[in-house]
């Protein structure tokens, strides 16, 4: 199940909470420092340019697949996003322990708008095989968005709004 929409300043950090309380979300572009991360930790910034690719300093090579492609259409004026129509596109990247969040701190956050309403079942970010151990992924249930994390649905939340662009994020802190 694919994603209908666009995704813009995806940011995986691994072993670093960033927000560990109320916050106001970034109005520029996410990078390998801002909102206090350490570059070393920062292990994906992607679809944040008009090029789909990484730009943290692990460089991990991303596969577009499908007809996803870069958009113009992103939350910040000087910032790009990828998009995504909902039927065979997605994006890959190797297999890597950089995306295995084992059980230290981690911040993944995004900021996307849905084209049309949320359909249960689609992924929007994910790492591994669903359900299996150390795997994890944001999907859409029947009007909410969750993350799982080794099978276990650890957030709930409302889905997002299909009027703008929403900052989305999954924290685990201690």
Not at 6 to 29: C, H, M, W
Not at 42 to 48: A, N, P, S
């Amino acid at each position: 199940n694919h994603w209908d929409g666009k995704i813009s300043n995806v940011r995986i950090t691994k072993g670093q909470a960033l927000y560990t309380g109320n916050f106001l979300p970034s109005k520029e572009d996410l990078t390998t420092t801002s909102q206090g991360a350490i570059a070393s930790n920062v292990k994906l910034l992607t679809c944040q340019s008009y090029k789909i690719q990484d730009n943290s300093d692990s460089a991990h090579t991303i596969t577009v697949n499908g007809d996803a492609k870069p958009s113009t259409d992103a939350p910040f004026v000087t910032s790009g996003a990828g998009s995504f129509d909902g039927t065979t596109d997605y994006l890959t990247a190797a297999s890597s322990s950089d995306f295995a969040l084992g059980t230290g701190d981690f911040t993944i956050e995004f900021w996307a708008k849905p084209t049309a309403a949320w359909s249960p079942g689609r992924a929007v970010l994910a790492s591994g095989t669903l359900y299996q151990t150390d795997t994890w992924s944001m999907m859409v249930a029947t009007n909410k968005l969750m993350f799982i994390s080794n099978g276990q649905v650890s957030i709930e939340q409302a889905s997002a709004s299909l009027s703008g662009w929403n900052h989305i994020d999954a924290v685990r802190s201690g």
